[in-house]
């Protein structure tokens, strides 16, 4: 596999950086395509239990090049926490990581517009994890951004670091107290950049070498599908794209050179922040899926919103990203509970025309239809062979992989490593 594309085919949080942890084995490099500090992606192997957010998942595993492409945010002050955390876990990383120079820059001015934004929306807040990711895509957009490659002239750097946070002091009109503590961090800030400079590189370039020898590499998605800006739940979504296709422009590889795409899921729903969930649970059902999976966001410690498998998403997601097989994750976490239901349509539009579907405000209007499937008693936590699932649990798995289209290749049935079903 040269060139193998991992992405979420929910609302992120399906689990991916345990199967990249799998997938990276066999792989030169793994990259990072999208989103910043805002993701969470929790590793339980070898004895280590950690939570990477900006750092490739495969890092993990000793031998393996790490690359941050263009489109990723950097939070650099985050970014040398998380090394130091692996260098405490005898992780080294210093030696293997390498960032592309085009990315953006999380400037610490960025959370305090995103964190006052979000209170003046007040109920209609995105809820978002406060991190400073929108407002540092917007001033991408806006070109007004500053670039890892930007500190290779610090003089220049730091006078448009400087213009940042007196822009920000001035438009949110801060007190004395919160401006000296937005300068305290801008000066971490300046110093971090400047510090991984050396880093910044051409990563198509490198990628092309990797290929070129015969080599392969994995691109790790970050979020998940349905927070996509195009494809998700608008405004309810993240500011990078989460879908394959991101990374080849996160990248710089051609499309052609892609050689599988890989969709991880959940055998059920969850989701984090506000927006439409059509099958949400609101009750103790939902509280004990939440208890059970140990539902609770990775960056922002926030409980998840909990809920049943969504098929109409699920086909969608599985279309627009071309994925050519599926994980499916958490499986042990629905053992015990009697009835399964799965969501097959909506009510508004009992014969949806999918060639009109729509992921927008009136998703959240939609009244899913189910289709109710035997559960199993059996605590199936840690299994690792298909046959010795219980057969209510096979026929869940394989009843999700009819009406995706896409085959299901991996069961997750645990944290560990190990928890995990192939099927061939
Ligand atoms: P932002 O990415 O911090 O701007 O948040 C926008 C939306 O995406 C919010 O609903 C977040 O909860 C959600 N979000 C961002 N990153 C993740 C993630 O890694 N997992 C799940 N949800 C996320």
């Known amino acids: 596999m040269p060139a193998t594309i991992i992405i979420g085919l929910q609302w992120g949080d399906e689990g991916k950086g345990k199967m990249v942890d799998h997938l990276a084995e066999t792989v ?53 926490e998380e090394m130091e955390l692996m260098e405490k876990e005898g992780i080294s990383v210093a030696d293997r990581l390498t960032i592309s120079g085009k990315v953006h820059l ?28 929108g407002p540092t895509y917007v001033r991408k957009f806006m070109r007004k951004g500053i670039r890892l490659e930007d500190a290779a002239v610090p003089e220049v750097f730091l006078e448009r670091s400087a213009a940042i946070t007196d822009e920000c002091i001035e438009q949110l009109g801060l007190s004395a107290e919160l401006a000296g503590s937005l300068r305290e961090e801008v000066e971490i800030f300046n110093r971090e950049s400047i510090r991984l400079v050396d880093r910044a ?45 991101a990374a080849c422009v996160s990248l710089g590889i051609g499309p052609v050179l892609i050689d599988e795409v890989v969709g991880v899921m959940k055998a059920y729903s969850t989701r984090v922040g506000n927006g439409p969930f ?51 994750t958490l499986l042990d976490v629905l053992s015990g509970i009697p009835e399964l239901k799965v969501c097959m349509k909506y009510e508004l539009d009992p014969e949806i025309d999918l060639s009109l579907f729509e992921t927008g405000v009136r998703l959240g209007k939609h ?58």
């Open 278 to 328: 059509p099958t949400e649970l609101t009750g103790s059902l939902g509280d004990r899926i939440r208890e059970q999976g140990n539902e609770y966001g990775a960056t922002t410690g926030r409980p998840r919103r909990c809920g049943w498998f969504d098929a109409v998403l699920a086909n969608y997601t599985a279309r627009i990203n071309g994925s050519t097989w599926t994980a499916i």
């Open 367 to 424: 009244i899913p239809i189910y289709e109710t499937l035997p559960g199993w008693e059996e605590d199936i936590k840690g299994e690792r062979e298909w046959d010795a699932l219980p057969e209510n649990a096979r026929n869940y798995v394989l009843f999700i992989e009819k009406l995706t289209g896409v085959p299901i290749r991996a069961i997750s049935t645990g944290p560990a490593r190990e928890d995990l079903i192939w099927r061939t």
């Open 106 to 133: 999380v400037h610490p001015a960025g959370r305090y517009i995103e964190n006052s934004e979000e209170t003046r929306l007040g109920k209609s807040a995105v809820g978002t994890t406060g991190r400073g990711i």
């Open 201 to 245: 590189m051409d990563v198509s370039m490198v990628i092309a070498r990797i290929l070129a020898s015969e080599g392969s590499i994995l691109a790790e998605g970050a979020q998940g599908s349905l927070l996509d800006p195009d494809h998700g739940t608008y405004p309810f979504v993240t500011c990078s794209s989460c879908v394959a296709a």
């Open 28 to 80: 030169d490099a793994v990259a990072r395509f999208s989103g910043g500090a805002n993701a969470g992606h929790t590793i339980e192997a070898d004895g280590h239990r950690i939570a990477l957010h900006q750092l490739p998942s495969g890092l993990i595993r000793p031998d393996k090049l790490g690359i941050i492409g263009s489109s990723c945010v950097l939070d650099p002050i985050a970014l040398s």
